[in-house]
């Protein structure tokens, strides 16, 4: 039998969260995320499988844990921006990871039909696209 998990699985996944919205997927080496987890590469790979395991894993907490429930409640754009690194995963993941990855692409899809659909397009547009300047003007 081997030995108990010695980490909280969600704890990780939420930890990996931050890192993939800061660094986006393909800015993290498995040392990074190995470094910023605080887990062994062996259990990383035992619990997950691989980077983009984790990555999914991630994803998909992140979209459950995080985005849907910003997007209850029907919020305007302005009270969305005021939340904007928020949305930084969902625009990292569509940006990098969806147009290669056919199970991300449709996560995000997914995503951004739900984000229209609370906003309107163009307004969902507009947030998106200043949410990206914001983090190319300020680097946060």
Request: glycine share 10%.
């Amino acid at each position: 039998m081997g030995r108990p998990r010695s980490f909280d699985e969600e704890a990780v996944t939420r930890a990996a969260v931050a890192l993939f919205a800061g660094r986006a997927y393909d800015g993290l080496s498995v040392d990074d995320l190995v470094t910023g987890l605080g887990v062994h590469r062996n259990s990383l790979y035992k619990t997950f499988g691989s980077k983009r395991g984790l990555y999914l894993t991630a994803l998909q907490w992140y979209l459950r844990n995080e985005l849907a429930p910003l997007l209850d409640g029907a919020p305007t754009t302005g009270a969305l921006l005021r939340e904007g690194a928020k949305l930084d995963l969902l625009l990292l993941a569509a940006a990098e990871q969806a147009p290669l990855d056919a199970e991300v692409g449709a996560l995000v899809a997914a995503a951004l039909a739900r984000v229209d659909a609370v906003l309107g397009p163009d307004a969902a547009n507009q947030l998106l696209g200043l949410r990206l300047r914001a983090r190319i003007n300020t680097g946060e």
